[in-house]
């Protein structure tokens, strides 16, 4: 089992820059992937970013391309996202994701962390 806790949601202005964090513990190294979902209000969650635990290979939602930037420190069991120029429409619940070797979904979630962005 993987826990996995998010910090660093805010709120900033359009424009602005925002780091999230997630701490992952328990059987970490079970995973091979994570990520990050966000969901606004009313919205269906969407990946917005991952990165894989063997090489660091990344992926990015169009939405999010080259403004956000997903990195880890496997030594600390952390993984983070830089969003940088920020928009109101990044406004949403923001959650830290898993998924284990093999596994089609995500198998681990936080609890979110809140991220709004006024004009």
């Known amino acids: 089992q993987v826990q996995l806790v998010e910090s660093g949601g805010g709120l900033v202005q359009a424009g602005d820059s925002l780091k999230l964090s997630c701490a992952a513990s328990?059987?970490?190294?079970?995973?091979?992937?994570m990520g990050w979902f966000r969901q606004a209000p009313g919205k269906e969650r969407e990946l917005e970013a991952s990165?894989?635990?063997?090489?660091?290979?990344?992926y990015y939602a169009d939405s999010v391309k080259g403004r956000f930037i997903i990195s880890r420190d496997f030594a600390k069991n952390m993984v983070y996202l830089q969003m940088n120029s920020l928009k109101p429409e990044d406004t949403a619940v923001y959650y830290c994701?898993?998924?284990?070797?093999?596994?089609?979904?995500?198998?681990?979630w936080g609890q979110g962390t809140q991220v709004t962005v006024s004009s």
């Open positions: 990165i894989m635990r063997s090489d660091s290979s990344t």
């Open positions: 994701v898993a998924r284990n070797s093999g596994s089609r979904e995500y198998d681990y």
């Open positions: 328990g059987r970490t190294f079970s995973t091979n992937r």
